[in-house]
Every structure is written in structure tokens, then in C-alpha cells.
């Protein structure tokens, strides 16, 4: 069984930075994919950036510039640095785990980030 725990989430005044972590425990496959989802109130779940294993990342508009996604295999942790933060970004952030090609897809518990005005 994979578990997800993710850390790092608050509130911050617009402008500012947080960094989100998030580790995987378990047998984890190393064909993975380690992503940032966010759910806003009312709002669907979206994808806000990924990346593989050998370090190809993929990034929502709205965050182009401004988040960077790194990890470290090693450590099966991954993180996310979210710079001049706006309000619009305040959501519940999600941590997923996909392992490429089969029906494994692990999901964290959600940190909750908000940005004040």
C-alpha cells in the first residue's frame, strides 16, 4: 500500500512564498509520475504541475513562472515552491502518485493553502 503525506501548506499574505513537500511510503514503481493537484471551493480539481521520474516537468498557466515542481527520488519526495502567491491560488492541494501505464493512482490528504489580499 503507497502512502502520501504532504506538509507545508498556511497562510501567507499575496506575494508571498510556500514551499509544499510530499512523500511516498510503500512499494512504489519507479515508472512514476508525482503530481500537484488543487481543489478551490466550489471548483473542480485541477492539475497545477507535474513531473516524471527522470525530472520532464508539465505546468497549468496559471502557475507557468511562478511554481517550480522538483523532487527527489531518493527520498520519493516531492516538492513545490509557489512564489509571489495570489489570492486565487488559495485551495486545498493535493498530492498524487501515478504509476505509469496501470490502473495505480495514490492520493495524498490535502494541504490547505491560503493567500490573503
Known amino acids: 500500500q503507497v502512502q502520501l503525506v504532504e506538509s507545508g501548506g498556511g497562510l501567507v499574505q499575496a506575494g508571498g512564498s510556500l514551499r509544499l513537500s510530499c512523500t511516498a511510503s510503500g512499494i512504489i514503481f519507479s515508472n512514476n509520475v508525482m503530481a500537484w493537484y488543487r481543489q478551490a471551493p466550489g471548483k473542480q480539481r485541477e492539475l497545477v504541475t507535474g513531473?516524471?521520474?527522470?525530472?520532464?516537468?508539465n505546468y497549468a498557466d496559471s502557475v507557468k513562472g511562478r511554481f517550480t515542481i522538483s523532487r527527489d527520488n531518493a527520498k520519493n519526495t516531492v516538492y513545490l515552491q509557489m512564489n509571489s502567491l495570489k489570492p486565487e491560488d488559495t485551495a486545498v492541494y493535493y498530492c498524487n502518485l501515478n504509476i505509469i501505464a496501470t490502473k495505480y493512482n495514490y492520493w495524498g490528504q490535502g494541504t490547505q493553502v491560503t493567500v490573503s489580499s
Open positions: 513531473i516524471t521520474r527522470d525530472g520532464s516537468t
